[in-house]
């Protein structure tokens, strides 16, 4: 799972071709690192259909307030560079992620 942070998230998310889930989180998001390791499990579960990342909004905020991050945690698949659908806060949970993965595969 690929670490992005505010000089990263652009070119790796935004300039991107092809499906990414970005999960936003936060080292004081207890929800967020409780969370944590079921996208690492997702990320390898389909590595190879489709990348994955992850943002500290916490050294970033500028990023996520332009990508409309409102609540965390946040899971987002962005499809050529523009979000196409998010999960955050108590929606957030392993089996609508994976759902939510699957519809872009």
Same mark, same amino acid.
């Given at each position: 799972?690929?670490?992005?942070?505010?000089?990263?998230?652009?070119?790796?998310?935004?300039?991107?071709?092809?499906?990414?889930?970005?999960?936003?989180?936060?080292?004081?998001?207890?929800?967020?690192?409780?969370?944590?390791?079921?996208?690492?499990?997702?990320?390898?579960? &389909?590595? $190879?259909?489709? #990348?994955?990342?992850? !943002?500290?909004?916490?050294? @970033?905020?500028?990023?996520? *307030?332009?990508?409309?991050?409102?609540?965390?945690?946040?899971?987002?698949? &962005?499809? $050529?560079?523009? #979000?196409?659908?998010? !999960?955050?806060?108590?929606? @957030?949970?392993?089996?609508? *992620?994976?759902?939510?993965?699957?519809?872009?595969?």
């Amino acid at each position: 799972m690929l670490a992005l942070d505010k000089k990263t998230f652009e070119e790796e998310v935004l300039n991107s071709t092809g499906c990414m889930l970005v999960d936003f989180w936060s080292e004081s998001c207890e929800p967020c690192k409780a969370l944590m390791p079921t996208v690492v499990e997702l990320s390898e579960k &389909y590595a $190879d259909q489709l #990348k994955f990342a992850k !943002l500290d909004t916490s050294k @970033a905020r500028r990023v996520a *307030i332009k990508q409309k991050v409102l609540g965390l945690p946040t899971i987002a698949i &962005y499809k $050529d560079g523009e #979000k196409v659908e998010e !999960l955050t806060k108590d929606d @957030a949970t392993a089996e609508n *992620i994976e759902e939510m993965i699957k519809k872009y595969l």
